[in-house]
């Protein structure tokens, strides 16, 4: 696992011993990116379920502004932060370790407005949708915000949910990267 583009392109990322985490391929967080584009570049990105700080890192590396990493597992949160201090981003960086299905994010983060909210929680147990369904994503969104979904290709999302659209899916064998915006508005 590394980092593959900009400013710590090579970089290798530590991961934890095991099989706790999956941390998402760098054939897929590659395609993400390019899909992303330049909309990287300043960008404020909330990172859910962390898990190594993979894909906040990347977008970090790539020039986004600042990034924000969420992780339930202590385990992980320490990892993330061992990555952020490896890649020297630990001033536009921070780590909250919280479960988000238990508590809700801190004023902090609530008080912000991502352009990027990447969500790669464990698959097969429907978190996408739940958190979707449950969580008003919108609202931690700029106007021109994307969510970065990755979950399992049998967990369908519907089209429409909870003011998000899909603009976007891409499958990789057995995960599916689902790209989302705000609700367009009739005019």
């Known amino acids: 696992m590394r980092i593959i583009s900009g400013t710590c392109r090579g970089r290798k990322l530590f991961s934890p011993k095991g099989r706790d985490i999956r941390p998402t391929s760098d054939r897929i967080k590659e ?15 909330l990172d859910l379920f962390a898990g190594t700080g993979a894909l906040g890192l990347e977008a970090l590396s790539r020039g986004a502004a600042r ?74 969104l700029s106007d021109a915000g994307i969510v970065v979904a990755e979950h399992a290709a049998k967990e369908i999302l519907p089209d429409v949910l909870n003011g998000l659209d899909i603009f976007r899916q891409k499958k990789y064998s057995g995960t599916t990267v689902s790209f989302l915006t705000r609700t367009q508005e009739p005019v």
């Open 31 to 45: 395609s993400v990116f390019n899909i992303l584009g330049p909309r990287v570049k300043n960008a404020l990105v």
């Open 67 to 140: 990034a924000v990493f969420v992780d339930k597992s202590a385990v992980s949160c320490n990892i993330i932060q061992k990555n952020i201090d490896h890649c020297r981003f630990f001033l536009q960086s921070s780590v909250i370790w919280l479960d988000i299905f238990s508590r809700p994010l801190p004023l902090s983060v609530t008080s912000c407005s991502f352009d990027l909210v990447f969500m790669d929680p464990p698959y097969h147990k429907n978190h996408v949708r739940t958190l979707l369904e449950t969580y008003q994503i919108t609202s931690l």
